[in-house]
């Protein structure tokens, strides 16, 4: 089995390293007896899976969440189940990885529309009007 992260990229199963340790949280005295967190490790640096240009891309996106060995460690102890954790942490691997590939566009310059900047003038010539009726009075009354 296999981890798929995108349409072109796939991680072979035997490049992730699970440990199972125990968690804290609730579940009584089970909790002192029972390893259900798992503790996933992907050694990015050594990756067969993944191409070199990509790598080079994840290395500096993910150098914050990488261990000096160049490895992504990922915990997930939510669950009293070691299997629903086993399951979360490749999701969150998968995420994580995914999250590093994300292009953003490139945004296009555009010029507001001579009608766009003549609405916004009127507006603001109203606003300007409205604000100085706000003054005092001038007047023979008082």
């Known amino acids: 089995m296999s981890l798929k992260i995108n349409q072109t990229i796939t991680i ?3 490049e992730l390293v699970e440990d199972f340790v125990r968690s804290s949280g609730p579940g009584g005295q089970n909790v002192n007896k029972v390893s259900s967190a ?3 490790r992907f050694n990015l640096k050594e990756s ?4 070199e240009d990509i790598k ?6 993910l150098k914050n969440q990488l261990t000096k060995a160049g490895e992504i460690m990922v915990v997930a102890k939510e669950s009293r189940n070691q299997k ?9 691997l ?4 995914q999250k590093a590939l994300f292009v953003q566009k490139k945004r296009k310059k555009t010029r507001p529309t001579k009608a766009s900047q003549e609405r916004r003038l009127a507006s603001k010539q109203k606003h300007s009007i409205h604000k100085k009726m706000r003054g005092k009075v001038q007047g023979d009354d008082h």
């Not at 067969?48 to 191409?51: D, G, K, Y």
């Not at 629903?84 to 969150?92: I, P, S």
């Not at 998968?94 to 990885?97: H, K, N, Q, R």
């Open 12 to 14: 072979s199963e035997d």
């Open 38 to 40: 798992v503790q996933l």
């Open 48 to 51: 067969l899976s993944i191409p």
């Open 56 to 61: 080079t891309k994840l290395l500096t996106s």
């Open 84 to 92: 629903d954790n086993r399951h979360l942490v490749r999701e969150k």
């Open 94 to 97: 998968v995420l994580i990885l």
